[in-house]
């Protein structure tokens, strides 16, 4: 595959300007597209960003969102959303399986077989210890953090699924207003230091 690099540029521009939701996950899905499998090395950063930043924007009901660069001056979260007259800004981390090598996984011809599969108890150890790394830098205004869960497939215990999930965002909590999961639809762990209580039939 030949990487249209004009066709990525244009794309990677328009993360950072103002749009819908759903405009931010369209051009995401685009840019990823555009991209190929470099869309999990350095260069597709953009595209993972702003991925996120679209589903979660959705999540939240904003009317608003777009990537922020960096100002090479202060840690600058990654995106903001506007919603209801407010601009918030989030930081973005990504809980991938311990010890995996993606960009391995997706090299042709591939050097290691992709890891889907772990054990919740696993990703949560790999949780608490970005959302500390997270907790530990200065950011310029941020409002939220929000941990992308990557593995597609867990083992859990469901009595304690939710426990583990807090647990797993603590770190942060003083730190940030907000702390949520994502994997799909999103959950609220952390609010303004408390620890939410899971919401029936919602699927982070």
């Not at 244009?10 to 597209?33: N, S």
Request: with cysteine; glycine share 8%; net charge negative.
């Amino acid at each position: 595959m030949t990487t249209d690099l004009v066709l990525v540029a244009d794309l990677d521009c328009q993360c950072f300007e103002w749009q819908t939701p759903d405009a931010m996950i369209a051009i995401a899905d685009k840019l990823g597209a555009a991209l190929g499998e470099d869309a999990m090395f350095r260069r597709g950063r953009t595209f993972r960003e702003a991925f996120i930043a679209g589903r979660f924007a959705r999540r939240r009901g904003a009317q608003r969102v777009r990537l922020l660069r960096e100002d090479g001056r202060t840690n600058t979260p990654d995106f903001e959303v506007e919603m209801d007259g407010r601009t918030l800004r989030f930081e973005t981390t990504e809980a991938d399986i311990p010890g995996r090598r993606r960009q391995d996984e997706y090299r042709q011809p591939r050097k290691v077989e992709p890891m889907i599969f772990t054990n919740l108890d696993v990703m949560v150890e790999q949780m608490r210890k970005l959302a500390a790394a997270k907790a530990a830098k200065a950011y310029d205004d941020c409002h939220g953090l929000v941990i992308w869960v990557n593995p597609p497939a867990f083992s859990f215990n469901p009595q304690m699924r939710w426990d583990s999930l807090n647990w797993g965002g603590e770190p942060a909590a003083k730190s940030f207003a907000e702390v949520w999961a994502m994997r799909g639809e999103g959950s609220l762990l952390w609010l303004d230091g408390v620890a939410q209580a899971e919401v029936e039939g919602e699927e982070f």
